[in-house]
């Protein structure tokens, strides 16, 4: 699976962002999916994750109550909808999909990525 981030940008404190990833593949609902952010040089973070269905969500605690993921297995699309953010929110943001239909926090467990999309916010 081909994985595309978009949606990132420059945002001021408070905003709000909606990222999205397409996949593409037939498969698409078969992938558990995720979102991690990476600092510079730093690991990657894990953010969201979600499984094949949509049901099950899991979240990093420093975006709980904040980010929202979810998908639409009919538009092979994945989203992240990013509200009231901080600047330690300033990071370049992954879209990933694993095998197996659950989501998972590691990224090790994740065999494709997207590309990557930055989101700066602004005090």
């Known amino acids: 699976v081909q994985l595309q981030a978009f949606g990132g940008g420059l945002v001021q404190a408070g905003g709000s962002l909606r990222l999205s990833c397409a996949a593409s593949?037939?498969?698409?609902?078969?992938?558990?999916m995720g979102w991690f952010r990476q600092f510079p040089g730093k690991e990657r973070e894990f953010v969201a994750a979600i499984n094949w269905s949509g049901a099950d969500t899991y979240y990093g605690d420093t975006v709980k109550g904040r980010f929202t993921i979810s998908r639409d297995n009919a538009k092979n699309t994945v989203y992240l909808q990013m509200n009231s953010l901080k600047p330690q929110d300033t990071a370049v943001y992954y879209c990933a999909a694993r095998n197996g239909g659950s989501g998972s926090r590691y990224y090790s467990n994740y065999a494709y990525w997207g590309q990557g999309t930055q989101v700066t916010v602004s005090s």
């Open positions: 593949g037939r498969t698409f609902s078969s992938y558990g």
